[in-house]
């Protein structure tokens, strides 16, 4: 099964306008964490924001922020006030506490484009 | 701060002929240290990672082999590429505990296998 779901390809966006990217996960380990990174055309991963499993709130990092819903298993991320620097690929991620390697799993990834 | 280097980014290559890729990290000690590759258009696969010189685990057969000379050196390699070799390729750091948010990418390397 796959432990990380994006179900969205691709996703348009007006400027300015608030945008949400899907993500679900799974997983039967108590103790993880939610990663959302992009990815532009340079092929770069940037780290955006970050969600541990026993936090009680969402995370928010500048116009980004992570809808955090547990018992749902979804990370859904929100960018606010879109900018036409937005555009890139978005992929989220998933670190699990149990294996050891500590490794990030990723999903296939969501292609936005914010138009002006 | 926490810096990690990855080069070259892009190389071409032809079938059949060695490779290897090389990153290093500074700014921290003993880092759990990843190789991760990344078909067009597709999320991140994750190849090799280790906790420490000397340690290396595989997560996928492959044409592919990593080595860790030093705590703070990750290398990729192979002795003869295939097509199938192509791809972007993505060394990583990360912090050891799962609640850590340090998880850095380099910067990349775009292999073509012609």
């Known amino acids: 099964a796959q432990k990380i779901t994006q179900t969205q390809p691709g996703m348009f966006v007006q400027e300015k306008e608030a945008v949400t990217l899907d993500c679900t996960y799974d997983?039967?380990?108590?103790?993880?964490?939610l990663f959302w990174y992009k990815q532009p055309s340079s092929g770069e991963m940037i780290f955006l924001i970050y969600?541990?499993?026993?936090?009680?709130q969402n995370a928010t990092e500048g116009r980004y922020s992570l809808n955090f819903q547990k018992a749902r298993k979804s990370a859904n991320l929100v960018i606010s006030a879109s900018q036409l620097g937005d555009s890139a690929m978005y992929f989220c991620?998933?670190?699990?506490?149990?294996?050891?390697?500590?490794?990030?799993?990723f999903g296939s990834g969501t292609r936005l484009q914010v138009q002006p | 701060s926490q810096t990690i280097h990855q080069w070259p980014a892009t190389l071409v290559q032809p079938v059949g002929s060695p490779l290897s890729l090389e990153c290093t990290v500074e700014?921290?000690?003993?880092?759990?240290l990843y190789w991760y590759r990344q078909a067009a258009g597709r999320g991140l696969q994750l190849l090799f990672y280790?906790?420490?010189?000397?340690?290396i685990s595989s997560e996928v057969p492959q044409n592919l082999s990593a080595s860790r000379p030093q705590d703070r050196q990750f290398i990729l390699s192979s002795k003869k590429l295939l097509l199938s070799d192509s791809g972007f390729y993505l060394c990583?750091?990360?912090?050891?505990?799962?609640?850590?948010?340090?998880?850095?990418f380099g910067q990349g390397t775009r292999l073509t296998v012609v």
């Open positions: 990583a750091w990360q912090g050891a505990k799962v609640s850590s948010t340090e998880a850095f």
């Open positions: 997983t039967s380990d108590p103790s993880y964490g």
């Open positions: 969600q541990g499993s026993y936090d009680q």
């Open positions: 991620a998933m670190r699990e506490g149990r294996t050891g390697r500590r490794a990030l799993t």
């Open positions: 700014g921290t000690s003993n880092p759990n």
């Open positions: 280790s906790v420490g010189i000397g340690q």
